[in-house]
């Protein structure tokens, strides 16, 4: 019988990546596995959430201040468990929880990872079936191996991280991640149960033709700001334009499009809130790090995102993030 291996499932994928590190051990894959076994998972309360009791309010506020979703909280206790049940994660520190969790146990304490994670993103969107997705970053610890992990683990900047990467629950399901070998992007096929690999060695291009920014806050952003988003609706010399905008209001979904298509998103401060909205640790360092290894950029308006020392776990950040061109357009426009 012939064996069609055009086709690479996720497991696959990164067992052939190991074979290439005879002195590897396996832990980030296993990982990456676990993370996106919790993915299916969620995956599948997305897809019938019209039908059970999973819609709506829980009725309480998590402590950026948002109301909680029953499938925020869904999500945040699949991915929980299955990476504490797991034996290659040491700890979590996720947006839905005050604080990070450790998983003490004799083989958590000696697992070399711990990740960051916003275990659903654009929730907003789920009552109105837009896309949503789920987006992670792991960090080799800087604790001790053999103890429990600590908060020095949880509060590095997001150049350390070993690998990053997303999930968009949508027309169709995929799992994207980045380590600095590169980005690959995998599609879940039902009928065998398993990501596939569907896009590999994905590049940012270097432009593109959207711009992804809440124009609702327009009056709200700084001079230079409104002055590119000006230039994005018309051909300017500066910009090139016109360019399309393209915002959905779920920052995996806006990202992922203009990762594959080339564009920007744009998520400033405002005169409301100058340190945006945006969490550091669980939505703007896994981005960079994904968009950077594609060739893209991302920068807080000032610094690089991922050289960024954090000092509180859910610290904010402004973001602008994607194709090399546009960022740079951007930053000599907006005088950034």
């Known amino acids: 019988m012939n064996v069609n291996r055009k086709v690479l499932t996720l497991d696959e994928f990164t067992l052939q990546q190991l074979r290439q590190f005879p002195t590897a051990t396996g832990e980030l894959s296993r990982l990456l596995r676990d993370l996106a076994l919790a993915a299916k998972r969620v995956n599948v309360e997305v897809n019938k959430a019209g039908l059970v009791d999973i819609l709506g309010d829980v009725g309480s506020v998590n402590v950026q201040g948002e109301d909680v979703k029953k499938l925020d909280v869904f999500a945040n206790n699949q991915f929980l468990g299955v990476l504490q049940h797991g034996i290659s994660c040491a700890g979590v520190g996720s947006e839905e929880l005050d604080e990070f969790v450790v998983f003490d146990d004799e083989l958590s304490n000696n697992s070399k990872y711990i990740v960051h994670m916003d275990p659903l993103d654009g929730s907003g969107n789920i009552d109105v079936n837009v896309s949503i997705g789920t987006i992670f970053g792991v960090y080799r610890r800087v604790s001790e191996l053999g103890k429990p992990c600590t908060k020095e683990d949880f509060l590095q900047p997001g150049k350390n991280q070993v690998a990053a990467g997303y999930v968009v629950y949508g027309s169709s399901t995929m799992f994207v991640y980045a380590t600095r070998r590169g980005v ?29 920014v809440n124009h609702g ?7 230079g700001v409104r002055k590119y988003i000006d230039g994005c609706q018309k051909k300017t010399k500066e910009t090139g334009g016109p360019y399309t ?3 959905i209001g ?3 979904a806006d ?6 298509k080339g564009g920007i998103f744009m998520y400033p401060g405002t005169t409301d809130k100058p340190n945006g909205k945006l969490r550091l640790l669980y939505e703007a360092n896994p981005f960079a790090f994904i968009v950077e290894v594609a060739g893209g950029l991302a920068t807080n308006g000032a610094d ?3 050289d960024i020392q954090p000092t509180e776990l859910h610290q904010r950040t402004p973001l602008f993030i994607g194709s090399k061109n546009m960022m740079i357009e951007l930053e000599e426009v907006a005088k950034l």
Request: charged fraction near 15%.
């Open 304 to 306: 690089r995102i991922l």
């Open 184 to 212: 690959n992007g995998f599609t879940l096929d039902p009928s065998i149960g398993e990501f596939t690999l569907s896009h590999p060695e994905i590049q940012c291009p270097p432009t593109g033709k959207f711009y992804s």
């Open 217 to 223: 806050n327009f009056f709200q952003y700084n001079e």
């Open 255 to 260: 990202v992922h499009r203009n990762l594959i």
């Open 250 to 252: 779920s920052m995996v």
């Open 245 to 247: 905008q393209r915002y």
